[in-house]
């Protein structure tokens, strides 16, 4: 069985890490440098970047911070917010991200997808699903943080977008987020039924088993945020549990005794 | 001693700059021929089509000089798709030419054969061939190391001494990495795989500055 990722994720506000909480309430966490590195050095398999202001007050998010945060991580990130143009995708590149995860944009105009696809290809455009629960049990998905309906279905939305050439999808559940309750495990098997690509859960996350249970739904990639913020476990724990469930996960190879004589 | 990144205009090289600034070294990004020719090391990254990253190459008369530094067994390494067109033959979107620096093909991942998701996304170990030993080469000290792969298309060599390095993904074993004498390709991105990537960033400079 492959690795699955554990993947922190750092929501941005100015110049702050906060954690929002089903959007409504922000509590500030911490310096977003500082707390990279440090998933980083924990053995973080990838790193999420979202400016969760950006989109709605149509701004670009802040290049300059983002040099600064990944300048000295050597991992994957993908970086979202206010991603709108082409330009923005290359400037968000060019300070040090790998993929972006596109939401608003793309809902506003799909055809975004299949031009930012063929411009850096499929692996670096992540669609970033937002999705709500509606009252007959259906998803919705939202943008601007789960702030405006986009009146698409989230899971109908989701296959047209890999049919637009999207490389992974990062789905967050807005009703589960910051509760720490558990992953909306429909949602995620609603999707991970069809997705032939990648799929990265995100909202919910308050212990291990609560990874577990998703990652059986479907998931390839696991994304939590508070769990990680106040060290109410470490990656290094998460990963060694989900291994004695006989989950695959990268072990960071402590052994590197590199001396080659040539 | 100095060490060039190629600029063919695909991908995010700054990470691959940041990674050997982390050894003290300042890589040069370049499109330019003439500051190829007279690096003491080739770093041929890139990620994106085949097509596209030849035709990235021609528009900028990189073709030969990539091919003479490699003739000259000068230290190089391709990266992703850079490692993918040091082969002769891609068989993305069509067949197209490739620089021939090691001899071999790049064909898709079976899906048919593979039983987990394409592209492979994620963390994979890299060990080497029975019988292939990585002392006294850049994977020196490490031990089936895990590294950060994406990628859909895979590195076919014509000759078995060129395969130093392999992975097991969804069933099937195939070529992660391609050598011949100084000059190597890595499927995986060892700029975005952590420590174990470092260190052959690390021992890739070390090389360099043995031969320069």
Not at chain 1, 19 to 45: C, F, M, S
Request: contains cysteine.
């Amino acid at each position: 069985m492959k690795n699955i990722r554990i993947i922190p994720t750092l929501h941005i506000k100015g110049h702050n890490v906060v954690k929002p909480i089903q959007t409504e309430a922000l509590r500030v966490v911490g310096n977003p440098k500082e707390l990279a590195l440090r998933y980083y050095e924990e053995g973080a398999d990838e790193l999420i970047y979202l400016d969760i202001v950006a989109s709605l007050y149509r701004r670009n998010l802040d290049f300059e911070l983002l040099k600064s945060v990944t300048s000295n991580i050597f991992i994957p990130v993908t970086v979202g917010g206010g991603i709108r143009t082409l330009h923005d995708i290359n400037d968000a590149l060019r300070s040090g991200a790998d993929k972006v995860a596109i939401n608003t944009e793309a809902l506003r105009r799909p055809e975004f997808i299949s031009e930012a696809a063929r411009e850096f290809g499929s692996q670096c455009i992540v669609l970033y699903i937002e999705a709500k629960k509606q009252p007959d049990g259906s998803f919705e998905a939202y943008t601007d943080g789960g702030r405006e309906h986009s009146g698409r279905d989230a899971v109908e939305w989701a296959k047209r977008a890999i049919d637009l050439g999207v490389g992974e999808i990062l789905v967050s559940s807005v009703d589960q987020d910051g509760t720490r309750k558990g992953y909306d495990l429909p949602l995620i098997s609603a999707i991970a039924r069809f997705a032939p690509i990648p799929l990265i859960a995100h909202g919910g996350a308050g212990n291990a088993s609560h990874l577990a249970e998703v990652i059986e739904k479907g998931a390839d990639a696991i994304s939590a945020s508070s769990i990680f913020h106040y060290n109410e476990i470490s990656i290094a724990e998460v990963k060694k549990s989900l291994s004695e469930k006989g989950i695959n996960v990268r072990a960071e190879n402590s052994k590197l005794s590199n001396s080659p004589n040539f | 001693m100095s060490i060039v990144i190629i600029d063919y205009g695909v991908g995010n090289l700054q990470s691959l700059q940041k990674a050997f600034a982390h050894f003290g070294v300042e890589a040069l990004i370049t499109e330019r021929a003439e500051e190829i020719k007279k690096a003491d090391g080739v770093v041929l990254p890139g990620v994106g089509s085949f097509e596209a990253g030849m035709r990235g190459l021609k528009a900028r008369g990189l073709i030969e000089t990539v091919q003479a530094v490699a003739e000259e067994n000068r230290p190089m390494l391709g990266i992703c798709l850079g490692a993918q067109l040091m082969l002769s033959k891609g068989h993305e979107f069509g067949i197209h030419e490739g620089l021939s620096v090691i001899e071999g093909e790049v064909v898709k991942f079976e899906a048919e054969q593979v039983k987990e998701k394409i592209p492979e996304v994620g963390w994979n170990k890299v060990y080497p061939p029975e019988g292939v030993s990585w002392e006294k080469s850049i994977f020196a000290g490490l031990e089936s190391p895990e590294m950060y792969f994406t990628h859909s298309y895979i590195f076919v060599p014509k000759e078995f001494e060129h395969v130093f390095g392999n992975t097991s993904y969804g069933g099937v074993e195939f070529c992660s990495v391609i050598r011949k004498g100084n000059i190597y390709g890595t499927q995986f991105h060892p700029e975005k795989s952590g420590k174990a990537g470092l260190a052959l960033i690390e021992n890739f400079i070390k090389l360099v500055q043995s031969v320069s």
